[in-house]
């Protein structure tokens, strides 16, 4: 349920960013979602659906990119996926690591539609 709070934010932040560029409708959210954070797809776009209406983002469309779990090694600095086994830097054997990617929720970018672009 924790998607709801994010999703208003999201929300938010779009349309602040829609109306400082004059947009009359929201296109295209694409965002940038790590694997080792929390939230799922399908319930941000639950979500988005249900509290857009009534918004110049209502019909818009949420494209998620995931990224994958990175660890940097604070021993050697190698750079590594974990295996899902173990959080051991396969280079050095270390457990002093990082978390380096993979936590993150971000927008990268906003398609919107000017006034003109709904003109029939």
Sequence with gaps: MHELGV??????????????????????????IGDLSSYVDESVQFYWDLITVGTPAEGSRLEFERVPAEF?????????????????????????????????????????LDPEDLKP
Excluded: M, Y
């Excluded at 349309?15 to 400082?20: D, K």
């Design 72 to 112: 940097t090694c604070r021993t050697c600095g190698h750079k590594f996926a974990p295996d899902g086994v173990s959080f051991r830097c396969p280079q050095c054997t270390s457990n002093d690591v990082a978390v380096t990617g993979g936590q993150e929720f971000l927008i990268d970018s906003i398609t919107v």
């Design 7 to 32: 999703t208003k934010t999201l929300l938010e932040t779009v349309l602040q960013h829609a109306e400082r560029a004059g947009a009359a409708r929201v296109d295209t959210v694409n965002l940038v």
